[in-house]
């Protein structure tokens, strides 16, 4: 069983940042795919960015390039989303996810297996 615990959200005005983590248990943490999502009030949730196993090839929305930087620790067994220029249309709760079996990002929900319970992000103007 893999748990996924995420902190860091809050209230932040428009052009503030926050640093969103992921605690991970698992023996395995290295060999799982990471990805962060979204999910706004009466929106479906999108795929905000996702990480390899090792780190080394990212992936991002196009409405978070340049302004989101998702990372990982293996050794922490952590995934982190910096978010800087924060936005009122960022506000959502925040979601991770761990994909056990592909060896590459998905931007599809469904190769996910494990979800977080998830943390609220809001913007204000």
């Known amino acids: 069983q893999v748990q996924l615990v995420e902190s860091g959200g809050g209230l932040v005005q428009a052009g503030g940042s926050l640093r969103l983590s992921c605690a991970v248990s698992?023996?395995?943490?290295?060999?799982?795919?990471m990805g962060w999502w979204r999910q706004a009030p009466g929106k479906e949730r999108e795929f905000v960015a996702g990480i390899s196993r090792s780190g080394g090839s990212i992936n991002s929305a196009d409405s978070v390039k340049g302004r989101f930087t998702i990372s990982r620790d293996n050794a922490k067994k952590t995934v982190y989303l910096q978010m800087n220029s924060l936005k009122p249309e960022d506000t959502a709760v925040y979601y991770c996810?761990?994909?056990?079996?592909?060896?590459?990002?998905?931007?599809?929900?469904?190769?996910?297996?494990?979800w977080g319970q998830g943390t609220q992000v809001t913007v204000s103007s």
């Open positions: 698992g023996r395995t943490f290295s060999t799982y795919v």
């Open positions: 996810a761990a994909d056990l079996h592909l060896a590459s990002i998905s931007r599809s929900a469904r190769a996910y297996d494990y």
